[in-house]
């Protein structure tokens, strides 16, 4: 019982997280579409656990096939999480040539948390760098003003007067990577600015567009938001594995 009381309030929480990003955007549908992802996979962990203590896959007709699912897809989850725990604290070894800073939805044109925190950090960064270039990566979203040119403004805010590179039409971490790609050389040393959550599918999205040396630099995200969006990084991982378009078959200039 503790179980379903447990993944019940789980439940609720998600919808309050997606009722509270909803106000504001004009994602509306992108947070519908996540929130039944998230609840999917909820129902998922539900299956196995109430399967562990209650055996209810035996009443389905072929209950080893159906156990045997549950289990892989559980078992993928759990790889997932690990992968996304171990790249929570990300900072380059050694000075990259450039920052790349990963945009986040807007708000009614005005950036999020996780947005200013992003450009915070990189402005920080680059402080103690001087001669660095800044790239920011985001798109309009049907916005008026895009995120790159709101993460433009945040650093001229913080101080930064060093260049600033645009690159306004990605939607999406793939699309950041492979926009980025066509405006960095491959085998320039990067670093990809992005929050902790988030910074595991930007490495290995970054290493699909052909950047042979990214590092990254993990900002700090909420800690109330993060279920949400670790949740929310399990679904975005899965979307790029299903996506047709391989970014690998795109050759870009060296």
Same mark, same amino acid.
């Given at each position: 019982m503790s179980d379903t009381i447990l993944l019940a309030l789980l439940c609720l929480y998600l919808m309050v997280v997606t009722l509270w990003r909803m106000q504001g955007t004009v994602q509306k549908v992108q947070c519908v579409k996540a929130f039944l992802?998230?609840?999917?996979?909820?129902?998922?962990?539900?299956?196995?656990?109430? !399967?562990?203590?209650?055996?209810?896959?035996?009443?389905?007709?072929?209950?080893?096939?159906a156990r045997a699912m549950v289990w892989a897809l559980c078992l993928g989850m759990a790889i997932l999480c690990i992968q996304i725990l171990r790249h929570l604290w990300e900072t380059p070894d050694a000075a990259p040539d450039c920052l790349a800073v990963l945009g986040a939805a807007l708000r009614e044109g005005k950036p999020g948390g996780d947005l200013v925190k992003r450009v915070r950090g990189a402005s920080v960064y680059a402080a103690l760098h001087p001669g660095i270039r800044i790239f920011v990566s985001g798109?309009?979203?049907?916005?008026e003003i895009s995120e790159a040119e709101v993460m433009r403004d945040l650093l001229r805010e913080e101080g930064w007067k060093g260049p600033v590179i645009l690159e306004c039409q990605s939607r999406n971490t793939g699309e950041n990577m492979r926009f980025l790609r066509k405006l960095i050389p491959a085998d320039t040393p990067i670093?990809?600015?992005?929050? !902790?959550?988030? &910074?595991?599918r930007a490495l290995w999205l970054a290493k699909r567009a052909g950047f042979?040396?990214?590092?990254?630099?993990s900002v700090r995200s909420s800690v109330l938001l993060f279920p949400a969006n670790l949740l929310?990084? &399990?679904?975005?991982?899965?979307?790029?594995?299903?996506?047709?378009?391989?970014?690998?078959?795109?050759?870009?200039?060296v």
């Open positions: 992802c998230k609840l999917g996979m909820i129902f998922l962990i539900g299956l196995f656990t109430w !399967d562990l203590r209650l055996h209810v896959l035996d009443r389905l007709p072929f209950p080893a096939v798109g309009n979203r049907s916005q670093c990809i600015v992005t929050s !902790d959550y988030h &910074m595991a042979r040396f990214a590092t990254g630099l929310w990084e &399990m679904v975005g991982y899965v979307d790029e594995w299903t996506k047709k378009t391989r970014t690998k078959e795109t050759v870009y200039p």
